[in-house]
């Protein structure tokens, strides 16, 4: 089998190329990425051949993926993944839809010739900011709890917010833009005879993420802690109590290895995420990182910030019940290992910061 991964040194690009590699014999990986993001040129040398070919290129450049070979696959893990992106002023709108939309629009024309299935890394950010907003909250242990028995909102529950969850705008440009590269995805599904498949991922984290604090939220935490970096809890009062679910990419790439293997079940839009299981607040994480590094001061700013949220925590049972699939990795275990590496890279923030 051959495939190809974009964004492939991004962090979870590459983590799905070792993991998918390990998982399966005789696969054939090619790996593109624009190598844009400050950072990503340290990923590089992972990807050598003969375990992967690396190609130079830009998914916003359609004459970028003519010279590629046939493949059985696409992963499309490039994107802008930052929930500010196109507003904040660091990346234009432009900019965002032609990675994040343009982008996927030229992969299915590559794909629609060769006749290959794709699978986008997806994200929850394409479920209505404004309704989790509403959502009426208790506090518990420093975290935000939704009060599930007032709740008439379809698509959420004690498991977590399901796919039949509202994607009602506002979501930002960056869930706006994903959203519409689903649709673009299961059309030409549909059109072509293409199996297709979106994974919309919670927050992805483990050691070796470039992370900032409008995404890899976890990994920038643990980070800046351990530097004694400036941190602060922005929002929703100014306490940290805001709550979000992780996944380490090695979970994910074993769902993704059930699906390369399995074109006949393609054509769904599927959760894939942690839970509540693997789900904490900045409140519990400063905890967690006090017990680790020492305890520090966090300062809070209770105005809000656009398009953030006090709660998500995805459910992903469909994903179980579809794949006999769930996340093997402990919420404990990642943790640990971002710290493990925040302890051996001090430098890694300076590595990432403006990226």
């Given at each position: 089998?051959?495939?190809?991964?974009?964004?492939?040194?991004?962090?979870?690009?590459?983590?799905?190329?070792?993991?998918?590699?390990?998982?399966?014999?005789?696969?054939?990986?090619?790996?593109?990425?624009?190598?844009?993001?400050?950072?990503?040129?340290?990923?590089?040398?992972?990807?050598?051949?003969?375990?992967?070919?690396?190609?130079?290129?830009?998914?916003?450049?359609?004459s970028?993926?003519?010279?590629?070979?046939?493949?059985?696959?696409?992963?499309?893990?490039?994107?802008?993944?930052?929930?500010?992106?196109?507003?904040?002023?660091?990346?234009?709108?432009?900019?965002?839809?032609?990675?994040?939309?343009?982008?996927?629009?030229?992969?299915?024309?590559?794909?629609?010739r060769?006749?290959?299935?794709?699978?986008?890394?997806?994200?929850?950010?394409v479920?209505?900011?404004?309704?989790?907003?509403?959502?009426?909250?208790?506090?518990?242990?420093?975290?935000?709890?939704?009060?599930?028995?007032?709740?008439?909102?379809?698509?959420?529950?004690?498991a977590?917010?399901?796919?039949?969850?509202?994607?009602?705008?506002?979501?930002?440009?960056?869930?706006?833009?994903k959203?519409?590269?689903?649709?673009l995805?299961?059309?030409?599904?549909?059109?072509?005879?293409?199996?297709?498949?979106?994974?919309?991922?919670?927050?992805?984290?483990g050691?070796?993420?470039?992370?900032?604090?409008?995404?890899?939220?976890?990994?920038?935490?643990?980070?800046?802690?351990?530097?004694?970096r400036?941190?602060?809890?922005?929002?929703?009062?100014g306490?940290?109590?805001?709550?979000?679910?992780?996944?380490?990419?090695?979970?994910?790439?074993?769902?993704?290895?059930?699906q390369?293997?399995?074109?006949?079940?393609?054509?769904?839009?599927?959760?894939?995420?942690?839970?509540?299981?693997?789900?904490l607040?900045?409140?519990?994480?400063?905890?967690?990182?006090?017990?680790?590094?020492?305890?520090?001061?966090?300062?809070?700013d209770?105005?809000?910030?656009?398009?953030?949220?006090?709660?998500?925590?995805?459910?992903?049972t469909?994903?179980?019940?579809?794949?006999?699939?769930?996340?093997?990795?402990?919420?404990?275990?990642?943790?640990?290992?971002?710290?493990?590496?925040?302890?051996?890279?001090?430098?890694?923030?300076?590595?990432?910061?403006?990226?």
């Open positions: 089998m051959k495939i190809l991964i974009t964004g492939i040194c991004g962090f979870v690009g590459g983590a799905l190329a070792s993991e998918l590699k390990r998982r399966q014999e005789n696969l054939e990986i090619i790996g593109l990425d624009n190598l844009c993001r400050r950072g990503s040129e340290l990923n590089r040398h992972r990807f050598q051949p003969p375990a992967v070919s690396f190609r130079h290129g830009d998914i916003r450049n359609p970028d993926l003519d010279d590629l070979p046939k493949v059985d696959w696409v992963i499309d893990a490039a994107a802008n993944p930052s929930v500010l992106a196109g507003v904040s002023g660091l990346t234009s709108s432009r900019q965002l839809m032609e990675h994040n939309l343009v982008g996927t629009l030229n992969l299915l024309e590559y794909c629609k060769h006749g290959a299935g794709f699978i986008l890394l997806g994200t929850s950010r479920y209505s900011a404004a309704r989790l907003a509403a959502l009426p909250l208790d506090t518990r242990n420093q975290a935000f709890i939704p009060r599930f028995a007032e709740i008439r909102e379809r698509g959420v529950a004690p977590g917010v399901t796919e039949d969850f509202s994607t009602q705008p506002p979501l930002s440009l960056y869930g706006s833009a959203l519409a590269s689903e649709l995805i299961l059309e030409y599904g549909q059109a072509f005879n293409l199996p297709v498949l979106v994974n919309r991922c919670g927050v992805l984290a050691a070796g993420q470039f992370g900032k604090p409008d995404q890899g939220i976890f990994t920038f935490w643990i980070h800046s802690y351990h530097q004694k400036p941190l602060k809890y922005i929002g929703f009062g306490t940290g109590h805001q709550v979000r679910d992780c996944l380490h990419p090695r979970d994910l790439a074993a769902l993704m290895a059930l390369l293997r399995h074109p006949e079940k393609a054509g769904g839009v599927l959760n894939v995420s942690g839970g509540p299981a693997n789900s607040s900045l409140a519990q994480l400063s905890d967690w990182c006090a017990a680790r590094f020492g305890r520090r001061e966090i300062q809070g209770p105005a809000l910030r656009r398009y953030d949220v006090p709660w998500l925590v995805l459910d992903s469909r994903a179980t019940q579809a794949w006999n699939w769930r996340p093997d990795t402990k919420l404990e275990d990642i943790l640990g290992e971002i710290a493990g590496h925040a302890e051996q890279h001090p430098e890694w923030l300076d590595l990432s910061a403006g990226a």
